[in-house]
T-cell receptor, first 115, second 111 residues
Framework: GAGVSQSPSNKVTEKGKDVELRCDPISGHTALYWYRQSLGQGLEFLIYFQGNSAPDKSGLPSDRFSAERTGGSVSTLTIQRTQQEDSAVYLC?????????????FGPGTRLTVT | KQEVTQIPAALSVPEGENLVLNCSFTDSAIYNLQWFRQDPGKGLTSLLLIQSSQREQTSGRLNASLDKSSGRSTLYIAASQPGDSATYLCAVSSGNNRLAFGKGNQVVVIP
């Protein structure tokens, strides 16, 4: 079956512009996660959605970052007024349920470059 | 806060040798531990998931052990092949519904 898909695969934007990154989770997966992988850094957690519960936004680095998940499926991560330090690979993952029990499946990522 | 460390950061081995990759974590109160593979410019591929109640998991040439009390996991790859060249990431779930990742072991298998 189809895995997690993300779009676009690459995005180059000018400093100060807004960007939207999209994630399509595996069908039937109720949990969806966003992570960021910066050069020389490990993967860091950004935000987590589980069903209809309020998202866990505790990993978002600033109020320029926001995310939503419509209809319990597709998610969009929005970065406003992009800065050069936002350049990274943004990875989305989904799982059948909460992380304590279930494997997380990752998408191919979106490589964001802010010039 | 859970801290995950992977040693060594990078290693090269001749084809056919066994690979041993180490992962340590600071908080032993984990729910599960997952090993991933990442190829350059690609996403993460899940290799093995070990629940906290398990001591090991095996898939083909891969075997992962878990010693929760000492905060350690080891990934063994038997009879390494050039196609095993990749970065291997260890991640733990500690009940806050997110994975904490190490920085990876970058492996090169020399033909």
């Amino acid at each position: 079956g189809a895995g997690v898909s993300q779009s676009p695969s690459n995005k180059v934007t000018e400093k100060g512009k807004d960007v939207e990154l999209r994630c399509d989770p595996i069908s039937g997966h109720t949990a969806l996660y966003w992570y960021r992988q910066s050069l020389g850094q490990g993967l860091e957690f950004l935000i987590y959605f589980q069903g209809n519960s309020a998202p866990d936004k505790s990993g978002l680095p600033s109020d320029r970052f926001s995310a939503e998940r419509t209809g319990g499926s597709v998610s969009t991560l929005t970065i406003q007024r992009t800065q050069q330090e936002d350049s990274a690979v943004y990875l989305c993952a989904s799982s059948l349920g909460i992380a304590r029990s279930y494997e997380q499946y990752f998408g191919p990522g979106t490589r964001l470059t802010v010039t | 806060k859970q801290e995950v460390t992977q040693i060594p950061a990078a290693l090269s081995v001749p084809e056919g040798e066994n690979l041993v990759l180490n992962c340590s974590f600071t908080d032993s109160a984990i729910y599960n531990l997952q090993w991933f593979r990442q190829d350059p410019g690609k996403g993460l591929t899940s290799l093995l998931l070990i629940q906290s109640s398990q001591r090991e998991q095996t898939s083909g040439r891969l075997n992962a052990s878990l010693d929760k009390s000492s905060g350690r996991s080891t990934l063994y790859i038997a009879a390494s092949q050039p196609g095993d060249s990749a970065t291997y990431l260890c991640a733990v779930s500690s009940g806050n519904n997110r994975l904490a990742f190490g920085k990876g072991n970058q492996v090169v298998v020399i033909p």
